[in-house]
């Protein structure tokens, strides 16, 4: 069984923000294949469905982002999942350019404080991820209000795309496997806003 993680933050004036990708992702997931996120359990809103013929968990960990490792823990220990296998956070970026999306196996949080978590309450940082970027913080900008800023039209645009992307991502990592998915989805994508 997978679970799947989108990581954000649950008050209403943190939707549509760049730090709030993941819930996107994970909106546009249960839209494209039929399942209701709305459960409220293991300090989170789930949904459980099939995706790409895997039984699968749709996670929005509602502790705030600072606090994701503590859902994600209970989630893996309630379901008894391999995190190593069957773990897949989706997380936005300020490394990567608006819309281009990262897909790994492991790595380090890279100073995102739910991955941080995340990687406290595992023990270890061997899980999969798909990195959303959201574009390189402006010199000007202090992190946290860049992050919990909202896109640009423009730039909403691409995110809303890239969403799609990352959810028709997904359905491969869970279907096909991902190394199959790293290749066909880290590819540079060309995006112009328009």
Known sequence: MYIIV??????????????NIGFDVI?????????TV?????????????????????VKPQTYMNLSGESVRD???F????????????VDDVDLDVGHIRIRTKGSAGGHNGLKNIILHLG??????????VGHKPPEYILVDYVLGHFPPEERRIMDESAQTAAEAIEM??????EKAMNQYNQKVQRTAE
């Open 75 to 77: 989630v893996i220990d």
């Open 38 to 58: 709305g459960e409220k359990k293991h300090k989170a809103l789930v949904g459980r469905g099939v995706i790409g013929g895997q039984k699968a968990i749709l």
């Open 6 to 19: 989108g990581l954000g933050n649950p008050d209403k004036k943190y939707q549509n923000t760049r730090h």
């Open 173 to 178: 990592i869970l279907s096909d496997g991902v």
């Open 79 to 90: 379901y008894k999942a391999d995190e190593k296998k069957e773990l897949i956070v989706v």
């Open 27 to 35: 909106d546009v997931l249960a839209d494209r294949n039929h399942i």
């Open 124 to 133: 270890h940082d061997e899980f999969q991820r798909v990195r959303m970027g």
